[in-house]
């Protein structure tokens, strides 16, 4: 057995390196050197470790890609040819030797296919979470804690403020406002990988068992989350839909489109959108959202919190988000902290929302 798997997360062993002297901010992005490979790199790079699909963190053009393979068919969905050039998958819990580093994917909550990436090497543990959340999401496999020397996390919504109500509650707002108007239809804005493919479940489970309408650009992601075997009901196509078709409907599209001449088609709708961001007020009503529903693919400030004591990690590395804050309050609690301040780490829901924010 390697030292790394024999070393003990979180107790001090000052015989071996610390993790700033192999993990190193460049400009491509986070790059573990014992290993030659970065993770979530902003820039084409030889080797990456890619933690989900989202467009900020799974970007084309780098040479040799390693993910999970949830997170592998995201990506050739989406760049076709340009995703890369040789692709590995590994699944959650395997452990892969790169370099002198054992690299190991375990999920982050975040969306489907999405991967906390735990490093060892000389030692130490760390772990990169990329972008998680707590709740249950049944599209992907919920976060899993994994004790480490240095937990590095996202803080996207990394402040006091920011803490989500209860999803099922935000989807019965959502049902409520159907039964009071229903000869309306609602229009909600959905990111169209990981919130659109939740939402539909949360529906689900709340027992909506109506076909979903869908805008065009949602309906390539539905249908590769159901070929990798997540349920989501009847789903239609809203583009070509009659506008008498869709009185009283549900139609999902992205947020951009929810205020774009695209929505005249619908009858008279009540424009939603769902996303953690929906809690600060005046985003909603700057986007003319009726109906703001909070419901988020990322911690609130109380998970991030827990997740903090969860992983029980001596230090906490801050990558993008509301570093501050986070950094502040885990300094309060005795351990070390820093940001990263990471560039080119939007929110993932990136489409739609002033400041290309819509999570």
């Excluded at 610390?18 to 790059?31: N, T």
């Excluded at 982050?108 to 999401?137: N, T």
């Amino acid at each position: 057995m390697s030292a790394a798997h024999q070393s003990n997360p979180g107790q001090s062993n000052p015989g071996r390196p610390h993790p700033d002297r192999w993990i190193r901010v460049l400009p491509e992005g986070l790059y573990v050197e014992p290993g030659g490979f970065y993770i979530d790199p902003v820039r084409p790079v030889e080797r990456a470790v890619v933690t989900h699909g989202h467009s900020d963190h799974a970007r084309p053009g780098n040479r040799h890609v390693l993910a999970t393979p949830g997170t592998l068919a995201i990506m050739r969905q989406r760049m076709g040819e340009g995703v890369g050039g040789s692709l590995q998958a590994l699944e959650y819990g395997e452990t892969l030797r790169i370099g002198d580093v054992d690299v190991r994917l375990v999920p982050a909550g975040h969306v489907l296919g999405s991967a906390q990436v735990v490093l060892e090497h000389a030692g130490s543990r760390v772990v990169v979470s990329g972008d998680y959340k707590r709740r249950l999401d049944r599209t992907c496999a919920p976060f899993e804690p994994v004790p480490c020397d240095v937990f590095v996390t996202e803080a996207t919504f990394g402040l006091p403020v920011f803490r989500h109500p209860p999803d099922l509650g935000e989807v019965g707002k959502l049902l409520h406002s159907m039964a009071l108007f229903p000869e309306r239809s609602h229009v909600v804005g959905v990111y169209a990988l990981g919130k659109c493919q939740r939402l539909i479940t949360l529906l689900r489970a709340a027992g909506y068992d109506r076909p979903i309408w869908l805008h065009g650009a949602l309906e390539p992601l539905c249908r590769l989350y159901r070929d990798l075997g997540v349920e989501l009901g009847e789903l239609r196509p809203a583009t070509v839909a009659a506008k008498e078709e869709l009185k009283g409907a549900l139609v999902l599209a992205p947020p951009a489109a929810v205020a774009d001449r695209w929505a005249r088609r619908l009858a008279d709708p009540v424009v939603a959108v769902a996303s953690g961001w929906m809690r600060v007020r005046q985003r909603a009503r700057q986007r003319g959202v009726e109906l703001p529903l909070v419901i988020s693919d990322h911690a609130d400030w109380d998970e991030l919190c827990q997740t903090l004591a969860d992983v029980g990690a001596p230090e906490v590395w801050v990558t993008h988000g509301r570093e501050e804050a986070l950094v502040h309050y885990a300094s309060s609690r005795g351990i070390r902290a820093r940001a990263l301040a990471l560039i080119g780490f939007e929110d993932e829901d990136s489409e739609g929302l002033p400041g290309g924010e819509a999570s």
